[in-house]
C-alpha cells in the first residue's frame, strides 16, 4: 500500500529535490501504517448481533426486597431457554451483554463488564457473575446520567454490533442531573437505540409513578431510535416474564424487524420535566 501511496503522492508533486522526495516517502510511510492499525484495530472487534446494556434502577425507592426480586428476574430471563434459543436465532448467533446498576447522578456502577453471550454456557456464566455480586442503591433517580454512562460504555468494548441498545428499567421520571430528554437526544445522535422498562410497582417519591403516567413517560421521554418500544410491569410477580419479553423482542430485533410491541400513543404528550419540578418544590 505504500508503494502506491507514494507513486500517487509523486504524480500529483512531480518534485526534483531529494529531500522532499524522501519526506514524501515517509508521509507515505506513515499513511500506509496508520491505515493498518485501523484494520486490525477494526478486525480485533468481534461481531455480533446487538450489543446490550442492560441498565437497571436501584434508587431509594426500590427496598432491598424489590432490588432482590429484581436481580433475580434478570437471572431467571437470561437463563430461559427462549432468550437463549433467540440469542441463537440471530444472524451471528451471538451477542454482547453488560449490566449496570443506576440511581442518583453519582451512582452508576458496572456489575458485568461485558461478556459474549452465544449460548446456554455462556448465559449462565454470566448471571452466575451477576448472581454473586452485591446490590448497590443511591438516593434519588437520573434517568439521565444513567442513559449517559450507559452510551459511553460501547466505546472500545471490543465488538462490533449490528445494533447497539440501552435497555433502561426504573420506577419513577428522572429528578436529578440534565433534563432527560437532552440525555436521551445526546444518546441517539450516537446511533444508539434506547428501550424502556417502567416499573410500575409502587408510587415514587414523586408521585408519578402511578398507573398509566410512568409508562408514558418512558415512551414521551425516554426511548427512540429505529423499533424502540416500552413493555411495563405492573407488578414484581411480573417482571421476570416482563423481562424474558424485553429481551427476545430486543434480541430478534436484528433477524426480525418488523416485530414490535404496540402500545397507543398517549392523547397527551407527558412532561419531561415532571420529576425535576415535584423533587425541586
Given at each position: 500500500m505504500s508503494t502506491e501511496v507514494t507513486n500517487f503522492a509523486m504524480q500529483i508533486f512531480p518534485i526534483s529535490n531529494l529531500a522532499s522526495r524522501?519526506?514524501?516517502?515517509?508521509?507515505a510511510l506513515f499513511v500506509g501504517w496508520l491505515c493498518l492499525q485501523t484494520g486490525i484495530l477494526h478486525a480485533s472487534e468481534l461481531e455480533v448481533d446487538i450489543e446490550l446494556v442492560l441498565a437497571v434502577d436501584v434508587s431509594s425507592s426500590m427496598d432491598v426486597e424489590e432490588q432482590l426480586i429484581q436481580r433475580s428476574g434478570y437471572v431467571?430471563?437470561?437463563t430461559d431457554p427462549s432468550v437463549v434459543k433467540a440469542i441463537g436465532s440471530g444472524l451471528l448467533g451471538r451477542i454482547a451483554l453488560t449490566y449496570v446498576e443506576w440511581a442518583d447522578d453519582n451512582l452508576q456502577t458496572v456489575i458485568v463488564p461485558w461478556r459474549l453471550i452465544d449460548?446456554?454456557?455462556?448465559?449462565?456464566?454470566?448471571?452466575?457473575e451477576l448472581d454473586s455480586?452485591?446490590?448497590?442503591?443511591?438516593?434519588?433517580?437520573?434517568?439521565?446520567?444513567?442513559l449517559l454512562f450507559a452510551s459511553g460504555l460501547f466505546n472500545g468494548n471490543g465488538f462490533d454490533g449490528t445494533n447497539q441498545v440501552i435497555d433502561i428499567s426504573g420506577d419513577g421520571p428522572n429528578t436529578l442531573g440534565p433534563y432527560v430528554t437532552v440525555a436521551r437526544d445526546?444518546?441517539?445522535?450516537?446511533?444508539?437505540?434506547?428501550?424502556?422498562l417502567p416499573l410500575l410497582i409502587q408510587p415514587s417519591p414523586t408521585?408519578?409513578?402511578?398507573?398509566?403516567n410512568l409508562?408514558?413517560?418512558?415512551?414521551?421521554?425516554?426511548?427512540?431510535?429505529?423499533?424502540?418500544?416500552?413493555?411495563?410491569?405492573?407488578?414484581?410477580e411480573e417482571i421476570a416474564t416482563t423481562i424474558r419479553r424485553k429481551l427476545i423482542q430486543e434480541i430478534a430485533f436484528v433477524s426480525s424487524p418488523i416485530m414490535k410491541v404496540a402500545?397507543?400513543?398517549?392523547?397527551?404528550?407527558?412532561d419531561c420535566t415532571i420529576g425535576q419540578k415535584d423533587f425541586h418544590e
Open positions: 524522501n519526506l514524501i516517502k515517509t508521509l431467571a430471563a437470561l449460548g446456554e454456557v455462556s448465559a449462565r456464566s454470566f448471571v452466575s455480586k452485591p446490590l448497590t442503591s443511591g438516593n434519588g433517580t437520573s434517568i439521565s446520567n444513567g445526546a444518546v441517539l445522535a450516537e446511533g444508539i437505540i434506547i428501550n424502556g408521585g408519578y409513578a402511578t398507573r398509566p409508562a408514558d413517560y418512558y415512551l414521551d421521554c425516554v426511548i427512540g431510535g429505529p423499533g424502540s418500544f416500552v413493555v411495563q410491569t405492573n407488578s414484581m402500545f397507543s400513543q398517549p392523547t397527551e404528550k407527558a
